[in-house]
C-alpha cells in the first residue's frame, strides 16, 4: 500500500545531542514537508521540499536541518541548537498542487 | 489575530447529535479551504475540501462564507466513532506550499 513512512515512532534523547527522524514515502509526490505539533498550538511548519535536491526554510527552522537527494526521503534532523525540542514531528508529502496533504504517523521526540 | 480562529471546545454531544463548528480566517485572499480530522496522538487526515458552492459528503457538510470569511462544518447524526479534533485549514494566495492550521476544536461523541 502507499504511504508515508516515519521512524522511529518514539524518540528519547539526551540534551545536547542531534536526532535524526526518517521519513519515506511511495506515493511519487512532488512535495514533502516537516511540522511540529506542540500541545496546544497549531502544526507549524518546520522545511519544505518541492523538488529533489531543493528545499525551504518553513516559519521555524532554526535549529533544524533537512535533506532531498532522493525523491522518496526527506528525513530531518533535530540539532543541538533547538531550544525546546520536545515535540511530536509529523512529516507529509503531496501532490504539485499542494491540496491535500497525506500524512506519516508522526514520531515523538523526548529530550531529557 | 490570528489567522485562522477555531473555538477549542470541547463539543460533547450525545449519540445522534447534530453538531457544527466554525472557523474564521483573516486572510480575505485566501483560497482553498480544507476541514482534517485528528484521532488523539495521530496524524491528521483530510476530511474534506471546502468549495466556494458548499459540499456534502454523507454525514459531513462543509460551507464557505467568503464574505464573512468563515467556513463551517456540520456532522449530522453524529456516531462515537466521530469523537476527534477537527483542524481547519486555509491556504493563502501567492505560496503553494503554505497552509495556515487552525488549532483544531475537540468532539466527544458520547452513549
Known amino acids: 500500500d502507499g504511504g508515508i513512512t516515519q521512524s522511529p515512532k518514539y524518540l528519547f534523547r539526551k540534551e545536547g545531542q542531534n536526532v535524526t527522524l526518517s521519513c519515506e514515502q511511495n506515493?511519487?509526490?512532488?512535495?514533502m514537508y516537516w511540522y511540529r505539533q506542540d500541545p496546544g498550538q497549531g502544526l507549524r511548519l518546520i522545511y519544505y521540499s518541492q523538488i529533489v535536491n531543493d528545499f525551504q526554510k518553513g516559519d521555524i527552522a532554526e535549529g533544524y536541518s533537512v535533506s532531498r537527494e532522493k525523491k522518496e526521503s526527506f528525513p530531518l534532523t533535530v540539532t543541538s541548537a533547538q531550544k525546546n525540542p520536545t515535540a511530536f514531528y509529523l512529516c507529509?508529502?503531496?501532490?504539485?498542487?499542494?491540496?491535500?496533504?497525506?500524512f506519516g504517523e508522526g514520531s515523538r521526540l523526548t529530550v531529557l | 489575530r490570528k489567522e485562522v480562529e477555531q473555538d477549542p471546545g470541547p463539543f460533547n454531544v450525545p449519540e445522534g447529535a447534530t453538531v457544527a463548528f466554525n472557523c474564521t480566517y483573516s486572510?480575505?485572499?485566501?483560497?482553498?479551504f480544507f476541514w482534517y480530522r485528528q484521532d488523539c496522538r495521530k496524524e491528521p487526515k483530510l476530511l474534506m475540501s471546502v468549495y466556494s458552492s458548499g459540499n456534502e459528503d454523507g454525514r459531513f457538510t462543509a460551507q464557505l462564507n467568503r464574505a464573512s470569511q468563515y467556513i463551517s462544518l456540520l456532522i449530522r447524526d453524529s456516531k462515537l466513532s466521530d469523537s476527534a479534533t477537527y483542524l481547519c485549514v486555509v491556504k493563502n494566495a501567492g505560496n503553494n506550499r503554505k497552509l495556515i492550521w487552525g488549532l483544531g476544536t475537540s468532539l466527544a461523541v458520547n452513549p
Open positions: 507529509a508529502s503531496s501532490t504539485g498542487d499542494g491540496g491535500e496533504l497525506f
Open positions: 486572510n480575505s485572499a485566501s483560497q482553498s
Open positions: 506515493l511519487n509526490h512532488d512535495a
